[in-house]
């Protein structure tokens, strides 16, 4: 817009020197150059922060910059140029002028600076960081002209902060959303320029006066003061993305009542979020996210989907791809946990190499009634959910999978674990660091050739894992509870820990990608203690079948007379018949009843994290009925199956001497009987002989060293075994009454089916009552009964 001569009714003064007004004018130039120096600093340095993260999270592909004289000419802004220099172009003094002249004069100021151009009488004042552009009017303007002048100047003062904001949210890395927004207030802006054209061709013409203008500008005034307000919170708010939707949706809102205001809100919210909404359509619609300036409110991480399969910690399904909470659109906060499982249901499928179309993808448009986006993305959601679960349960056969480790891990596979520990029994009493993985690949191979596992498809999945610490130790690492002992065994190196094969012992399973996601490392190693703690009991029960069947050939010899013979059957079979019930009950009222709750579940399972939640519950529960979750259970427990174990071993060793004294004896026997009656030189070879054998055999058994006689060792192995199985019996009906574990009932009604231990119990608390009794001369009343082990109905 060309500038209009001034008018010269009175010459300028000619003056060589500048007066004070000018030198006035040129410092506070001068400070405007330094205050516009820091506020680019400012604005290039928070490019520049937007920018390295927005390349970081891109791996190494840069985004696209605009070349630095973009920001070196300010020409090229359209806002007031305040550093300029000092202006050599004189104007008449106005309070000269007579007050016709002073109001064409200030109209025409007034079009300059509507524009973001400096007049002769109204300039603008530097910038002092963010805040609202301030003008310097004339003093020796007519006071009611000055008046009007200051009612139109906040136009002028919102069309710089709207021009600036335009101009700085065009650079690439403040987003998309803040281009669309800024494109379309520039498209507004454009309205009002056109505005201003039309009143300049009035004031060409000589028909626009001040009061014409004022009531020409007040239609735009509002318009402007919008922008510039909106501009202003997105300045403050640092908005990106989805937070400057937020912000627009919720000013559309804050102006109901205004309807022109509310209106201009819609139209910039709605081209701000088309952007966005495209976006989101890729992601709920395809599973894909394209997000390089971190404006979706779904954030995807660099995660491997193989580590899923190794690291137990790793939390693929929950961690590859997150909600940004900032990010957000205040009206999709409702519906951004479906928004983030639909995108990741199809992400898994299309990761598999199915390409995915969904039928019910329908353009997303921006409106004030949240039913629309609701609707559609329930659409999506239910569409993703059927894809991936006909995926995972038809196509890679989740709950076949399921069947198989239940097979193998929960033992459901009987005649199989039955010819895999024969095979293996010798190899895994030898210590961990002895034994050749490789022999017991073999040997597992062969046992699921030999039994019905030989039918399975997935046989080939199952592995050998050899653990570096015992099953004892993992339960109370992952249950965070340590002794000084046990602190002191998580801390010792694993080679200084000897393990035997057995304590050692795990299976393992190959899981593929996607099934990995619901079979995961840590669903796995829950599978693994479960395993570990049946095979013990499965172990310490052919133990003590092994003495059985010992103690039938040791009959032979004349040892029923022994009163401690009779009494080691009879521990020995109490233990069996712990062991047998413990196990009966963690198969039969635990993992089948369980089991057969998560197949019913997986049918009914809508979506894939229904079928993940089902899974870890099942596991959780199993976990927990079997005492594997209480550390004092776990413990008593661990001290029983401990008793049954060198109590076999006890056993097994006495019947050795046994059978090696009846050997000796009955060649002693036959010497005598062909050679004739044994020489005293005979005698004493054969009694040194056999104080050896003795000798040896004491050494390695393990209790009855520390016994006077074997009767002491029996009785004491005896007393041991009771304590500990009247301490679990109480813990037991303590926790089923207090913690409402009514699944414990059903142990403590099958170990004490005939009160036996009831009885004990009872007698043991009036015992103790007795003894804390104070001893005085008066007649003690009765001890109070101690209460009885809760056993339901048979």
């Known amino acids: 817009m060309p500038r209009a001569a001034a008018p010269t009714s009175v010459p300028p003064p000619a003056a060589s020197k500048l007066s004070m007004q000018e030198l006035e004018e040129l410092r506070k130039q001068l400070g405007s150059v330094a205050t516009g120096t820091s506020l680019q600093q400012s604005l290039e340095l928070t490019r520049k922060l937007l920018r390295d993260k927005q390349n970081k999270k891109n791996s190494g592909q840069r985004l696209p910059v605009f070349p630095p004289w973009v920001y070196e000419r300010p020409t090229l802004v359209g806002d007031f140029l305040t550093g300029s220099g000092v202006s050599t172009d004189s104007a008449v003094p106005i309070g000269t002028l007579p007050l016709a002249s002073q109001e064409s004069a200030v109209v025409e100021d007034l079009l300059y600076v509507l524009v973001g151009v400096d007049g002769r009488y109204i300039t603008a004042q530097p910038l002092t960081g963010r805040q609202s552009r301030t003008f310097l009017v004339d003093p020796n303007l007519d006071l009611s002209i000055r008046e009007l002048v200051n009612r139109i100047l906040p136009v002028a003062a919102s069309y710089s902060t709207v021009t600036r904001f335009i101009e700085e949210k065009s650079s690439f890395e403040y987003g998309q959303v803040n281009h669309a927004l800024a494109a379309a207030m520039r498209t507004l802006v454009k309205e009002y320029l056109i505005l201003v054209t039309q009143l300049e061709q009035l004031q060409r013409q000589g028909l626009l006066s001040l009061q014409k203008l004022w009531f020409y500008i007040q239609p735009a005034m509002r318009t402007v003061d919008i922008l510039a307000s909106l501009a202003t919170s997105v300045d403050k ?36 979020s088309v952007p966005y909404f495209e976006i989101l359509e890729k992601w709920i619609y395809r599973g894909i996210i394209n997000d390089p300036y971190s404006e979706f409110m779904v954030e995807e991480h660099e995660l491997r989907k193989e580590k899923i399969q ?253 009163k401690w013979f009779a009494g080691a059957f009879t521990l020995r079979q109490r233990m069996l018949n712990f062991v047998q019930n413990i196990q009966y009950y963690m198969m039969f009222e635990v993992m089948e009843p369980t089991w057969h709750i998560l197949e019913k579940n997986l049918k009914s399972a809508s979506n894939i994290d229904d079928v993940l939640g089902h899974h870890t519950s099942f596991l959780d529960n199993c976990l927990k009925d079997c005492m594997l979750t209480n550390p004092e259970l776990l413990k008593v427990f661990s001290r029983l199956m401990s008793v049954c174990v060198m109590f076999t071993n006890c056993m097994q060793k006495f019947t050795q001497s046994m059978k090696l004294d009846g050997e000796l004896g009955r060649l002693t026997l036959e010497r005598g009987t062909m050679l004739g009656p044994p020489t005293e030189a005979e005698r004493a070879e054969e009694r040194a002989r056999k104080e050896l054998a003795r000798k040896y055999l004491a050494e390695h058994v393990d209790a009855p060293q520390l016994a006077s006689s074997f009767e002491a060792t029996i009785n004491k192995f005896d007393k041991n075994f009771s304590a500990h199985l009247l301490d679990l019996l109480a813990r037991l009906s303590l926790y089923s009454t207090s913690d409402c574990e009514h699944s414990m009932a059903s142990v403590i009604s099958r170990l004490d089916f005939n009160g036996f231990y009831t009885e004990r119990l009872e007698r043991l608390s009036a015992e103790r009552s007795q003894k804390a009794a104070p001893q005085v001369p008066i007649p003690r009343a009765p001890p109070a009964s101690a209460p009885r082990v809760a056993v339901p109905a048979q």
């Open 237 to 272: 708010g640092e908005c990106v993305g989805g937070s400057t939707l937020s912000l627009l949706h919720d000013r559309s809102f804050n102006y109901t009542g205004d309807s022109q205001a509310q209106e201009l809100c819609l139209y910039l919210t709605k081209a701000a």
């Open 310 to 562: 190794e690291d137990y910690n790793d939390k693929y399904w929950d961690q590859r791809y997150t909600v940004v909470q900032r990010q957000i659109p205040s009206f999709l906060q409702k519906m951004a946990g479906k928004v983030l499982s639909t995108g990741k249901y199809l992400n898994v499928v299309r990761e598999c190499g199915h390409d995915v179309t969904c039928p019910v993808a329908k353009e997303i448009v921006y409106t004030l009634k949240e039913r629309a986006y609701v609707e559609q993305i329930e659409k999506a959601f239910n569409y993703a959910s059927k894809v991936l679960l006909a995926f995972l349960m038809e196509e890679k056969e989740l709950v076949a999978h399921l069947r198989s480790i239940k097979r193998y891990f929960l033992m459901d596979q009987g005649d199989f674990f039955v010819h895999f520990m024969d095979l293996t029994e010798e190899e895994l009493k030898k210590p961990v660091d002895d034994i050749t993985p490789t022999r017991l690949e073999a040997l597992l191979e062969l046992a699921l050739r030999m039994s019905t596992a030989n039918t399975d498809p997935f046989k080939d999945d199952l592995k050998i894992d050899l653990m570096p610490h015992d099953l004892i130790t993992q339960l109370l690492r992952v249950l965070a509870i340590e002794t000084k002992q046990e602190k002191a065994m998580v801390h010792a190196d694993p080679t200084e820990l000897t393990l035997s094969g057995l304590e050692a012992f795990s299976f393992d399973y190959v899981v593929k990608w996607p099934l990995s996601l619901i079979i995961n490392r840590k669903a796995l190693t829950r599978y693994q203690m479960l395993f570990r703690h049946m095979f013990y009991c499965k172990h310490v029960e052919r133990q003590l079948c092994n003495v059985w069947i010992s103690n039938k050939a040791a009959k032979q010899y004349s040892l029923h007379s022994a």
